[in-house]
């Protein structure tokens, strides 16, 4: 992987509030909210993080939902943000509208993989954000990723913009085009998500037909210029 470009997309799903409730369970283990006062430690020791840091983002607002096993532990894990959140393979700030949401730092302990628990937590933390009045729900995914990108189309999830950053020279350099048959609503919204319009936008006038950016746009953006 090179550090010094990411390549992913923005994903969504824009029909939370219309979900039905899913199952509390995926097969053995039980999904759940953790909270400032339940399961805090456990999260945090699945993350190998200091559970500081956990408590830190559940005070900011964030959300955590958990897949719990027999043995009362956390071993799958996903965090929701609101307003705002800090994209770290994009190196900026994702800014989000009123009734939206951004699903973001999954993650399940190697042992537990394989049973679909990610795909149960995407659909439960999007029923649960669809009950608090959110309508869409954001995720970004690198184009590495392919387990994440079945998981997140089995959750109801959708490709809407493709993204490709470069980060050396500093600063980032962004480019953006829509993913085949995407909604162009969201489109919008997803550009709106990543923030105001860069210098990358006038790259988007020399995009091929189909919306993807030729060779010359690409070259010009690797090579850092700007317009």
């Known amino acids: ?14 029909d939370l509030t219309r979900r039905r409730q899913p199952l509390p369970s995926c097969g053995e283990y039980v999904l759940l909210e953790v909270l400032l006062d339940r399961l805090a430690g456990q999260l945090a020791g699945a993350m190998a993080v200091d559970e500081r840091q956990v408590l830190g983002r559940l005070e900011r607002g964030c959300r955590a939902f958990g897949a719990w096993d027999w043995r009362d532990e956390i071993v799958s894990w996903l965090w929701v943000s609101t307003g705002q959140e800090w994209a770290q393979p994009l190196r900026r700030i994702l800014r989000f509208a009123e009734g939206e949401c951004y699903g973001w730092n999954a993650g399940t302990v190697e042992q537990h993989r394989g049973h679909g628990l ?4 995407l659909e439960h933390a999007g029923w649960r954000m669809g009950e608090a009045g959110c309508h869409t729900m954001w995720g970004g995914i690198l184009d590495s990723n392919l387990a994440s990108q079945r998981a997140n189309a089995h959750a109801g999830l959708r490709p809407i913009l493709r ?17 085949d048959y995407a909604d162009q609503r969201l489109v919008e919204r997803a550009r709106a998500v990543l923030g105001p319009p860069d210098w990358w ?9 189909g919306g993807a950016p030729d060779g010359a746009a690409a070259a010009e953006l690797a090579a850092g210029r700007r317009r």
């Open 1 to 14: 992987m090179n550090d010094d470009v990411t390549r992913c997309g923005l994903w969504a799903a824009h």
């Open 118 to 121: 990610f795909t149960a937590l």
């Open 163 to 179: 993204v490709v950053a470069h980060h050396d020279p500093p600063p980032t350099r962004i480019l953006s085009w829509p993913a």
């Open 201 to 209: 936008q006038g790259l988007l006038t020399k995009a091929a037909p």
